[in-house]
């Protein structure tokens, strides 16, 4: 079974400051990894993904993450945040032996408060 | 290029009655898998769809039905509604294959009374 943890139910920072959204993942194979943002009363918008490759991965809007598989872990950062990414974020895992269909399994979202 | 659109954006339904959700792909997408989002939760995989074929699921009972069309729009149906099938329901598009992001719509709010 494959499992997504985000151990931060919310993540505040000043506006100008780096930000860090923390996520770790289980799987039994190699895993795909994915970054999401929610804005209110909206669906999800996909921010980056992680396939294979190089460990450092960027995405929309300045955003990037790093893959450390020996950690397990996909975290989210930013050099420098602004007040409009003010959101929720969800991480996302597909086990590469999850099949022939996209089955993506969410953590459980952080809020991410950027204070003016 | 249009993105996934969803329809009605909001419902309300009581106990017990049939509801019916649709999803509209983003142009070109030939994959749609349906999420339950409670609310302060994450997504819920509910089950995709390829080609009209249901080829994946999560764990929903059977009440829980869809179905995709040659064009590739999708429907969720849920019978025999409880209350805690109160949640945002999402339909997600992509591209086959196994690295494919997905694309989502706005959802549908379905509260149930």
Do not use: M
């Not at chain 2, 049939?18 to 819920?44: D, F, K």
Request: glycine share 10%.
């Amino acid at each position: 079974a494959q499992s997504v943890a985000q151990p931060e139910d919310q993540v505040n920072v000043a506006e100008g400051n780096p930000l860090t959204v923390k996520c770790t993942y289980s799987v039994s194979g190699n895993p795909y990894l994915f970054w999401y943002v929610q804005y209110p009363n909206r669906g999800l918008q996909f921010l980056l993904k992680y396939i294979t490759g190089d460990n450092l991965v960027k995405g929309s809007y300045g955003f990037e993450a790093e893959f450390n598989k020996s950690q397990t872990s996909f975290h989210l950062k930013k050099p420098s945040a602004l007040v409009s990414d003010s959101a929720l974020y969800f991480c996302a895992v597909r086990d590469l032996n999850s099949g022939g269909y996209q089955k993506v399994t969410f953590g459980t979202g952080t809020k991410l408060q950027v204070i003016p | 290029e249009t993105g996934v659109t969803q329809s009605p954006t909001h419902l309300i339904k009581t106990r017990g009655q049939q509801v019916t959700l649709r999803c509209s792909s983003q142009s070109g997408h030939n994959t749609v898998s349906w999420y339950q989002q409670a609310l302060g939760q994450g997504p819920q995989f509910i089950f995709q769809y390829y080609r009209e074929e249901e080829n994946g699921r999560g764990n929903f009972p059977p009440r829980f039905s869809g179905l995709q069309f040659p064009n590739y729009s999708s429907e969720l149906n849920v019978n025999a509604l409880e209350l805690d099938d109160s949640a945002l329901y999402l339909c997600a598009s992509s591209l086959a294959g196994v690295n494919q992001p997905q694309h989502f719509g706005d959802g549908t709010r379905l509260s149930i009374l």
